[in-house]
Nanobody, 120 residues
Framework: QVQLVESGGGLVQAGGSLRLSCAASGIMFRNYDMGWYRQAPGKQRELVAAITRGANINYSASVKGRFTISRDNAKSTVYLQMNSLKPEDTAVYYC??????????????WGQGTQVTVSS
C-alpha cells in the first residue's frame, strides 16, 4: 500500500519559516519524481516545487528564492524548506510522487495534505 505522509505544516507569522516533510512508503522512492503542490481556498492546485529522480529541480516563480526542495532517498523523504513566508503562501500543501515510463507505466500518488497558514 502506497502512503505519502506530510508533516510540518502550521501557523506562522509573515517572514517566518516552516519545513514540510513527506515520508513515502510502498514505493521505490528513488525511482520517483517528487513534487510539492498547494491549493488555496477557491483556487486550483498549483505546482510549488519539484525534484526529479535525477535531482533536477524547478520552482514556481512565486516561491523561487524563498523555498528549497530536497530529497533523501535513504529515508524515502522529500522536504520543502519555506522561508520568508507571505500570507499568499497560505494553502494546503500536498506531496506528489510520480513514476512515468511513457507507454509502459504511469503511477501518480498524493498525500493527504498539510495546512500552512501565514498571518500578516
Amino acid at each position: 500500500q502506497v502512503q505519502l505522509v506530510e508533516s510540518g505544516g502550521g501557523l506562522v507569522q509573515a517572514g517566518g519559516s516552516l519545513r514540510l516533510s513527506c515520508a513515502a512508503s510502498g514505493i521505490m522512492f528513488r525511482n520517483y519524481d517528487m513534487g510539492w503542490y498547494r491549493q488555496a481556498p477557491g483556487k486550483q492546485r498549483e505546482l510549488v516545487a519539484a525534484i526529479t529522480r535525477g535531482a533536477n529541480i524547478n520552482y514556481s516563480a512565486s516561491v523561487k528564492g524563498r523555498f528549497t526542495i530536497s530529497r533523501d532517498n535513504a529515508k524515502s523523504t522529500v522536504y520543502l524548506q519555506m522561508n520568508s513566508l507571505k500570507p499568499e503562501d497560505t494553502a494546503v500543501y500536498y506531496c506528489n510522487a510520480r513514476y512515468l515510463w511513457v507507454g509502459v507505466a504511469d503511477f501518480d500518488y498524493w498525500g493527504q495534505g498539510t495546512q500552512v497558514t501565514v498571518s500578516s
